[in-house]
């Protein structure tokens, strides 16, 4: 068995992962790296990501980055009792690629416009005007996600997978305090987030985190 080590910022993408090991059941370590206080770009973390990008898993000291990438090596790692990722159903394995590639390519890009303008233009006097084409954007790409869950337990139907963490990652951004007044109903991803909540890996994750009811919602 690999040694794994997770390196992870409170709310950030990062928790997806962290609720995933905490899933699969695998032995792993995990350190936090604060992005609000810099940690990400000290010389230590960008030793392992010089990009400086948060999340990060050493595998036996062999990086590894992306959420997707991540998600996907722990589904594959773990035991055949922790089935989180398809295994004998190509399709629905590539169904499982596909929600992630959407969630990382188009949902968390979506957000950026809210609170993270300056990646996508230098001049705050124009956040405002990002923001007015920015949040139709938003709003519509987290309708679809909504549409995609209907009916369905978990997002791949019936079975939990290590697309379900990445889910309450988005979910839970979208409830922040600076963010929910522009975020449309979300009936069915609401449903699916508290089914996520109620998992004690998500609780055991979360603790870790130091994320608690009390501040969970906060920006």
């Not at 035991?79 to 394995?93: Q, S």
Request: net charge negative; hydrophobic share 40%.
């Amino acid at each position: 068995m690999p040694e794994l080590k997770l390196f992870f910022s409170p709310r950030a993408c990062s928790l997806a992962c962290h609720i995933a090991l905490e899933e699969s059941g695998l032995p792993f370590t995990a350190e936090m790296v604060k992005i609000r206080e810099g940690q990400h770009k000290s010389e230590e973390y960008l030793r392992i990501n010089p990009w400086g990008k948060i999340p990060a898993m050493l595998v036996d000291g062999e990086p590894l980055t992306e959420a997707h990438a991540i998600l996907s090596y722990i589904g594959d790692l773990a035991p055949a009792d922790k089935v989180l990722m398809p295994r004998d159903d190509p399709l629905l394995r590539a169904h499982a690629h596909e929600w992630m590639n959407f969630l990382s390519g188009t949902v968390h890009i979506a957000f950026r416009p809210l609170f993270r303008p300056n990646y996508l233009i230098g001049d705050e006097s124009l956040y405002p005007k990002l923001r007015e084409v920015g949040v139709p954007i938003f709003q519509k790409t987290l309708l679809e996600v909504d549409k995609r869950l209907s009916g369905k337990t978990w997002a791949l139907g019936d079975n939990y997978s290590v697309v379900d963490p990445y889910l309450f990652v988005f979910y839970m951004w979208s409830q922040r305090a600076d963010v929910v007044e522009f975020s449309p109903p979300l009936p069915v991803w609401k449903e699916l987030w508290e089914r996520l909540y109620e998992r004690e890996a998500t609780q055991r994750a979360l603790a870790t985190e130091g994320i608690t009811p009390e501040n969970i919602w906060l920006a």
